[in-house]
């Protein structure tokens, strides 16, 4: 009886050794975790609850954080034209008010349904989770997951987007991201770049196209370091300032985020698994990565212009749609 049990453990000890060298051996330095599939199918029969089978199927970034808060239910009745994703933080109260009151208000058009989401994830002062959490009962429009909200994190709230419409909205036709310094003129994004009377596109991304390559310079606010990005150049991306994909790119660029190294810099990660998926984002020369000067012909040919305050917001929102009849 001894005799088997040992030689048993023996046995069993010889395979995992095997195995793990052989993992050790195959495993490339890049960590993309896709190759692992062949020699993980030839390991040695273990029984099946060994963690070979957890190695196998785990991801890069699982992206596994649970909802705060969720509106879940947002599209459940009839499936939008166009989902809009804010990034905000949580001290941004006015700027979301502004929002809401102005190009956000979802019933601004009685022909297209639009629905609009706040996205946050969670802060270290519970105050500040409490009184979004209140604003959240009053308007029903914002979406919080459970990482930490920094500016080093703005690319898991950017998935968190993604990840939101590919389980709750799937069946939207376009989505916007955009940030809560941004002004949007929604009618001409509407009734003249998406056009609700055409054929929906698919694979389809548009904004301000960055061809650029990494800055080096540690004092930069888009300091990239040469370990986590070695390439000198980024493949062709769309400025975080506002950007605009068919629904479909949203569950394409989640599930490709599972496994792709994360890089803090939302929009050029953003790029580069629309690199690794084949498709091309479209420069559209309305969208403003920098701030304009308001004037009512000048902001009727845009589709977003930058660092917009929350009382500027209201000042040309109400002049634009006081002032529908004028001509430029
Ligand atoms: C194997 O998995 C089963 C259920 O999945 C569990 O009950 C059992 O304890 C596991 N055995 C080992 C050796 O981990
Ligand atoms: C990002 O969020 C994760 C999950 O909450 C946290 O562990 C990490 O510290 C955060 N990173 C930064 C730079 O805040």
Request: hydrophobic share 35%; with cysteine; charged share 20%.
């Amino acid at each position: 009886m001894p005799s088997k049990v040992s030689c048993l453990y023996l046995l069993t000890v010889v395979c995992w050794a095997s195995a793990l060298w052989y993992l050790s051996v195959s495993r490339p330095s890049t960590s993309y975790v896709g190759q692992l599939n062949i020699p993980i199918r030839k390991a040695p029969k273990v029984n099946k609850n060994s963690t070979f089978s957890n190695i196998r199927t785990r991801s890069l970034n699982p992206h596994d954080f649970g909802y705060l808060i969720n509106e879940d239910k947002k599209c459940e009745a009839e499936p939008p034209f166009l989902v809009i994703l804010i990034s905000t933080t949580h001290k941004e109260f006015d700027a979301r008010q502004a929002i809401r009151e102005t190009w956000g208000d979802e019933s601004t058009f009685p022909d297209v349904r639009v629905v609009t989401l706040f996205l946050l994830g969670r802060s270290t002062d519970t105050v500040l989770n409490q009184m979004v959490e209140q604003e959240s009962q009053i308007f029903h429009d914002i979406v919080v997951e459970d990482f930490i909200d920094s500016y080093h994190n703005l690319t898991l709230k950017t998935l968190m987007g993604m990840r939101w419409v590919a389980t709750f909205c799937a069946k939207a036709q376009y989505v916007l991201k955009t940030d809560s310094d941004i002004f949007v003129n929604m009618e001409n994004l509407i009734y003249n770049l998406l056009k609700p009377t055409t054929k929906p596109r698919r694979r389809y991304f548009t904004g301000y196209v960055i061809n650029g390559g990494p800055i080096r310079d540690m004092r930069s606010k888009w300091y990239m370091p040469r370990d986590l990005y070695p390439e000198s150049k980024y493949p062709p991306f769309c400025s975080g300032t506002g950007y605009i994909f068919s629904a479909d790119v949203a569950e394409l660029i989640y599930k490709t985020s599972l496994h792709t190294r994360l890089l803090h810099l939302e929009d050029v990660y953003v790029g580069v698994c629309l690199r690794k998926l084949g498709i091309h984002p479209f420069q559209n020369s309305g969208f403003n990565h920098w701030k304009m000067a308001y004037s009512l012909c000048r902001y009727r040919r845009v589709v977003t212009v930058h660092q917009i305050s929350p009382e500027e917001m209201h000042r040309i929102w109400n002049d634009m749609t006081s002032k529908k009849h004028l001509k430029c």
